[in-house]
């Protein structure tokens, strides 16, 4: 449960302004990165559902939700944009908690040659003000361009709209915890898919090869 003081304190933040509410403190590093390291696909056309998460305790395996929960974030994915796309701002999918931007119901995003980005915050018209206590962020659907074999990096970063004083990940009480948050990073791979002429091959050399074994076998011994 959250204090009154630090109610009044989130409901100052208002619609736009992303402020410092109180001082950073010295916490364990925070990690906002993909649920994978690396994503397949055969080659132009095929989709991707990369998961973009946030980690409060990384010295451990899991995915831990911050401490006191989220009341605000805003993140930005990059990739070449001539080897991915989206399609619309359908492709990008905060979660439910995080559909708010200030006091206005739907989240901020933004899309664009080469980003996906999305910032918001918890519902503010209830009290007490509930944070996220999930790590689940965002999902975020891409198309790839690319033919294999081929790579190309998906990065992250804050999402920034309003200048360099703008504070983008605050928790439950208020903290800004931008200065202990670290991005990952992730890569998708287009491998393409064998020809088929080559599948039929393989094919009929694994059938010789059984008929091959079987004759053997049924030879009779010396």
């Not at 929960?69 to 991915?84: I, P, Q, Y």
Request: aromatic letters at 10%; a negative charge.
């Amino acid at each position: 449960m959250l204090s009154v003081r630090a109610v009044l304190r989130l409901l100052a933040w208002g619609a736009v302004g992303y402020c410092a509410l109180t001082p950073t403190s010295a916490l364990a590093q925070i990690t906002v990165s993909f649920d994978q390291p690396k994503y397949f696909v055969n080659g132009p056309g095929d989709q991707v559902e990369v998961s973009v998460l946030i980690d409060g305790l990384d010295s451990t395996p899991e995915f831990d939700p911050v401490r006191r929960g989220l009341f605000s974030f805003a993140v930005r994915t990059t990739f070449d944009g001539a080897k991915a796309k989206l399609d619309t701002a359908d492709d990008i999918d905060p979660v439910p908690e995080l559909t708010f931007f200030g006091f206005d119901t739907g989240a901020f995003e933004s899309l664009g040659l080469g980003f996906a980005a999305v910032k918001g915050n918890i519902r503010q018209q209830t009290s007490p003000l509930e944070p996220y206590g999930g790590s689940l962020l965002a999902k975020i659907t891409l198309t790839n361009l690319a033919t294999g074999p081929d790579s190309y990096p998906l990065r992250l970063e804050f999402f920034r709209t309003v200048g360099v004083n703008e504070q983008f990940f605050l928790d439950g009480a208020g903290t800004v915890l931008d200065s202990q948050i670290e991005f990952g990073q992730a890569e998708i791979v287009v491998i393409p898919e064998p020809p088929t002429w080559v599948l039929l091959g393989l094919a009929a050399l694994g059938l010789a090869w059984s008929r091959t074994g079987a004759r053997k076998s049924d030879a009779p011994e010396q």
